[in-house]
């Protein structure tokens, strides 16, 4: 959320405003300044201090309240700004919420009221109440409540008259930010030296830090100087396995794959495709958009996963895989709060591919509500930041089911481009096999490939892998070289998805045939 769009919610004296957000000091401090801006009280509540002045500043309009000589305050005894005391002092009789909003509602000064924590008590009937009769008479009364958690679940009647908003993540200008200013409070401390590192090292370690909020970011780098006053490899996979705990419980979870370690056999078009659209989605192609992505249709095993991670690799940016399952909750609304969540930290890594893994599993098809309407509104969530997103984020989505898409999906203009995956030719297949042949430390010269490619007829890419994992078994156990006899033994005694599965691959391959370009 740009500083611009709170600031102007504030002077619109917006009744109710909902900051979700974990940074609870950066929130007070962003509100705080914005207050003192434009000339507004600040007021703060929390359960363990109850309401207390945050600023000490009064403007005109309803008088505000002094301090009595136990330290509580007094309604009607003005006190000027410029004798308000340094310390900070509490409204008496309102460490509870239903408290502290019914002092607001009967004579709170005007101003900005932040409430922290309030979600415990978001269901008490009085609490809903107060709420409600402070946005109805906001206009007259000049008070804009500002609640600030991790979660804020209104009801219904109460979220019509809110505002939810968000702390943005950095990006990788603010990360370079946080890194000179910790480097430099480091270098200055007694008995420290300025930190050791290789630039490309401290470069790959911002990238790490995308998608973290910015105290995260602060206390990971000092994790790192501070053990060794260095920043090194070894702070990079402590960095990664940090970030990996933190997010678990997110739905996004980010990469950097290497391009050495992958490679996709065939889909020549959409190798192409992509190769066309490099330079314009770094910006580096003047007058050109920005491509916006591509959704991979296909037979289960075709390769659409390892293509979108190699989109990554070859443009060496970090991959952001969204877990649809992770999405998935119980609570009403909590689905699509979390995809906003990912969605903002698919923003902040920008620029980067984000990966919509079996994409159709995060929406019904049409307009059922067996799931509640869950998928409905994942689904606007989705369109809605496919649509307006303006940074740079490519798309790579990847769907096996095409019956369970939604029309509203496909229409043209949501992806730059559909391609249909299918089962590898003849020379795609011989590609496959020298691809997992080397893995194995096998050399693909010593095999027949055109008798393998033509044994795996029908075959997909993981499949033609199994059989070769299987024959480096096989081997093994008979203390026997691997041969290309004993993989297409192994091919034998395999029934490919196209004929298990005959009739769905007929299905996906008749409905892509002109509706899809060939990968």
Same mark, same amino acid.
């Given at each position: 959320?740009? #500083?611009?769009?709170?600031?102007?919610? #504030?002077?619109?004296?917006?009744?109710?405003?909902?900051? %979700?957000?974990?940074?609870?000091?950066?929130?007070?401090?962003?509100?705080?300044?914005? @207050?003192? %801006?434009?000339?507004?009280?600040?007021?703060?509540?929390?359960?363990?201090? !109850?309401?207390?002045?945050?600023?000490?500043?009064?403007?005109?309009?309803?008088?505000?309240?002094?301090?009595?000589? +136990? !330290? !509580?305050?007094?309604?009607?005894?003005s006190m000027p700004s410029s004798q308000a005391a340094p310390a900070r002092r509490s409204f008496v009789d309102t460490d509870d919420l239903d408290a502290a909003l019914r002092f607001i509602d009967r004579e709170g000064p005007r101003g900005i009221y932040l409430l922290f924590d309030t979600h415990p008590f978001l269901d008490a009937p009085t609490v809903q109440r107060l709420l409600r009769e402070i946005a109805f008479d906001h206009a007259t009364r000049h008070c804009t409540l500002v609640l600030v958690g991790p979660r804020i679940d209104l009801p219904p009647e109460i979220a019509r008259h809110a505002l939810f908003e968000t702390l943005p993540l950095p990006d990788l200008a603010r990360v370079r930010e946080i890194f000179r200013e910790e480097l430099d409070a480091y270098a200055n401390a007694p008995g420290h030296l300025r930190v050791t590192g290789e630039r490309v090292t401290a470069e790959r370690l911002m990238q790490q830090m995308l998608g973290l909020c910015e105290e995260d970011v602060r206390r990971l780098l000092r994790l790192c100087i501070h053990a060794d006053g260095a920043i090194d490899d070894d702070d990079l996979r402590r960095v990664t396995r940090i970030k990996r705990e933190m997010l678990a419980e997110s739905a996004l979870d980010v990469d950097f794959p290497d391009a050495g370690k992958l490679a996709v056999a065939g889909m020549a078009n959409l190798k192409r495709w992509l190769s066309l659209r490099e330079a314009a989605f770094r910006g580096a192609a003047p007058g050109l958009p920005t491509p916006r992505g591509v959704l991979m249709l296909g037979v289960q095993g075709g390769g659409k996963s390892l293509a979108a991670r190699t989109i990554a690799a070859d443009w060496r940016l970090p991959l952001a895989r969204l877990d649809i399952g992770?999405?998935?909750?119980?609570?009403?609304?909590?689905?699509?709060?979390? #995809?906003r969540a990912a969605l903002a930290a698919a923003e902040a890594l920008a620029p980067c591919v984000l990966w919509i893994d079996e994409i159709e599993k995060a929406m019904a098809q049409g307009g059922s509500e067996a799931d509640g309407g869950i998928g409905r509104r994942v689904l606007g969530a989705l369109l809605t930041w496919m649509a307006e997103r303006d940074r740079p984020v490519f798309i790579a989505a990847t769907a096996n089911d095409i019956r369970a898409l939604p029309p509203e999906l496909l229409r043209k203009g949501r992806?730059?481009? &559909?391609?249909?995956?299918? #089962?590898?030719?003849?020379?795609?297949?011989?590609?496959?096999?020298?691809?997992?042949?080397?893995?194995?430390g096998l050399d693909a010269a010593?095999?027949?490939?055109?008798?393998? @490619?033509?044994?795996?007829?029908?075959? +997909?890419?993981?499949? &033609?892998?199994?059989?070769?994992?299987?024959?480096?078994?096989?081997?093994?156990?008979?203390?026997?070289?691997?041969?290309?006899?004993?993989? &297409?033994?192994?091919?034998?005694?395999?029934?490919?998805?196209?004929?298990?599965?005959?009739?769905?691959v007929a299905a996906l391959r008749d409905w892509a045939r002109d509706r899809a370009v060939p990968a």
């Open positions: 959320m740009p #500083l611009a769009t709170l600031r102007h919610t #504030l002077a619109a004296r917006y009744p109710l405003i909902c900051l %979700e957000t974990h940074e609870e000091p950066r929130a007070r401090a962003l509100v705080r300044q914005l @207050a003192d %801006e434009l000339g507004e009280a600040c007021f703060e509540w929390s359960v363990a201090d !109850g309401l207390s002045h945050a600023n000490f500043r009064y403007t005109a309009g309803r008088p505000p309240t002094g301090a009595d000589a +136990s !330290g !509580g305050w007094q309604p009607g005894v992770a999405l998935q909750d119980k609570f009403h609304g909590e689905t699509e709060r979390k #995809l992806f730059d481009e &559909i391609f249909f995956v299918d #089962l590898p030719d003849a020379a795609a297949r011989v590609e496959v096999f020298c691809i997992h042949l080397a893995r194995r010593g095999f027949d490939l055109a008798a393998l @490619a033509a044994a795996c007829e029908g075959f +997909s890419g993981a499949e &033609i892998e199994q059989a070769v994992i299987s024959a480096c078994f096989e081997a093994g156990a008979a203390k026997l070289p691997v041969s290309g006899e004993l993989v &297409i033994a192994e091919l034998r005694r395999t029934r490919p998805i196209s004929v298990t599965m005959a009739e769905a």
